[in-house]
């Protein structure tokens, strides 16, 4: 029996979640895999660190515990998505330096400075010189967020001025807005640099954002080449086993990446499309890993 590990995190307990877990349970039993589950509480990080006594072929990393990920990296076990890919796609700003120079269409994007809980920040210039290069509206980002819930549109600097003063000194982003693309855009599921699954996402009510979670609606999609290409593209240039990545429209339709999540939940692509992105991603590991 080959047995692996799902690591997930112990405090985001949700039906959502757990749902997913399940499925991936459940595709590692067809395909003959023991699929154990851990929680990040379960595997704590002690230094120096020795191999851990349960045996494991792989580590299923379903969490952004970035630290735990490296540690058992570091212990030698085989993770999948390492930990970097999952750290790089954590951190939107990250993501957007990793693939500059890369010949990647994305957003234009300036990342805001770095300040300090105990000061803030002290003036914003740096925001009204952001909105100069940008325009108005543009788009401003936590750098650390799910489900499109940390996304926000601004129509002026009064309105860019009073976001960056509510979310304190979280990291931000400020991006251009692609109007072409007001509330439409397309995820593709990649495992293994190939597309396994695809839909397209759009908003009936209003709403700038596609983010099913946020009230979007799907529908099966069949993506261009050019905007396959390049959902594999970024995973291969962030060293991604298995991603989602968002795809908005530019202008004639020009694929564009707006985002590239490591642990995308596929249950919405699954209504959508039939496909179990579940079996996809286990299959991937044993040829990854030749097991069986």
């Given at each position: 029996?080959?047995?692996?590990?799902?690591?997930?995190?112990?405090?985001?307990?949700?039906?959502?979640?757990?749902?997913?877990?399940?499925?991936?349970?459940?595709?590692?039993?067809?395909?003959?895999?023991?699929l154990i589950l851990k929680t990040n509480s379960e595997l704590l990080?002690?230094?120096?660190?020795?191999?851990?006594?349960?045996?494991?072929?792989?580590?299923?990393?379903?969490?952004?515990?970035?630290?735990?990920?490296?540690?058992?990296?570091?212990?030698?076990?085989?993770?999948?998505?390492?930990?970097?890919?999952?750290?790089?796609?954590?951190?939107?700003?990250?993501?957007?330096?990793?693939?500059?120079?890369?010949?990647?269409?994305?957003p234009r994007t300036i990342i805001a400075p770095k300040t300090f809980?105990?000061?803030?920040?002290?003036?914003?210039?740096?925001?009204?010189?952001?909105?100069?290069?940008?325009?108005?509206?543009?788009?401003?980002?936590?750098?650390?967020?799910?489900?499109?819930?940390?996304?926000?549109?601004?129509?002026?600097?009064?309105?860019?001025?009073?976001?960056?003063?509510?979310?304190?000194?979280?990291?931000?982003?400020?991006?251009?807005?692609?109007?072409?693309?007001?509330?439409?855009?397309?995820?593709?599921?990649?495992?293994?640099?190939?597309?396994?699954?695809?839909?397209?996402?759009?908003?009936?009510?209003?709403?700038?954002?596609?983010?099913?979670?946020?009230?979007?609606?799907?529908?099966?999609?069949?993506?261009?080449?050019?905007?396959?290409?390049?959902?594999?593209?970024?995973?291969?240039?962030?060293?991604?086993?298995?991603?989602?990545?968002?795809?908005?429209?530019?202008?004639?339709?020009?694929?564009?990446?707006?985002?590239?999540?490591?642990?995308?939940?596929?249950?919405?692509?699954?209504?959508?499309t039939g496909v179990n992105v579940a079996d996809e991603i286990i299959?991937?590991?044993?040829?990854?890993?030749?097991?069986?």
């Amino acid at each position: 029996m080959i047995n692996g590990w799902l690591v997930v995190n112990e405090f985001l307990n949700s039906n959502k979640f757990n749902e997913i877990h399940q499925w991936l349970s459940d595709a590692g039993k067809r395909q003959g895999i023991n699929l154990i589950l851990k929680t990040n509480s379960e595997l704590l990080i002690d230094l120096p660190g020795n191999k851990l006594e349960e045996a494991v072929d792989f580590i299923l990393f379903w969490d952004k515990d970035v630290l735990l990920a490296r540690y058992l990296e570091q212990l030698g076990y085989q993770v999948f998505n390492s930990s970097e890919a999952i750290k790089i796609c954590d951190d939107k700003s990250l993501t957007h330096l990793t693939l500059m120079n890369k010949n990647i269409r994305m957003p234009r994007t300036i990342i805001a400075p770095k300040t300090f809980d105990n000061i803030g920040y002290t003036n914003f210039e740096f925001a009204k010189e952001a909105g100069e290069r940008l325009g108005y509206p543009l788009v401003v980002k936590e750098c650390f967020g799910s489900f499109g819930q940390q996304v926000y549109l601004v129509n002026d600097f009064v309105e860019l001025q009073n976001k960056i003063k509510t979310l304190g000194t979280k990291p931000l982003l400020f991006q251009e807005f692609i109007s072409s693309s007001f509330g439409r855009d397309v995820r593709i599921q990649v495992v293994g640099s190939k597309v396994v699954a695809s839909m397209y996402r759009h908003s009936d009510n209003g709403d700038f954002r596609a983010n099913l979670s946020i009230g979007g609606r799907m529908k099966q999609y069949t993506p261009t080449e050019e905007q396959a290409v390049l959902a594999i593209r970024c995973c291969q240039i962030i060293g991604l086993d298995f991603a989602g990545v968002d795809i908005l429209f530019g202008n004639d339709d020009e694929p564009i990446v707006c985002e590239v999540n490591s642990n995308a939940h596929f249950k919405n692509i699954f209504d959508c499309t039939g496909v179990n992105v579940a079996d996809e991603i286990i299959s991937y590991i044993k040829n990854k890993l030749k097991l069986g």
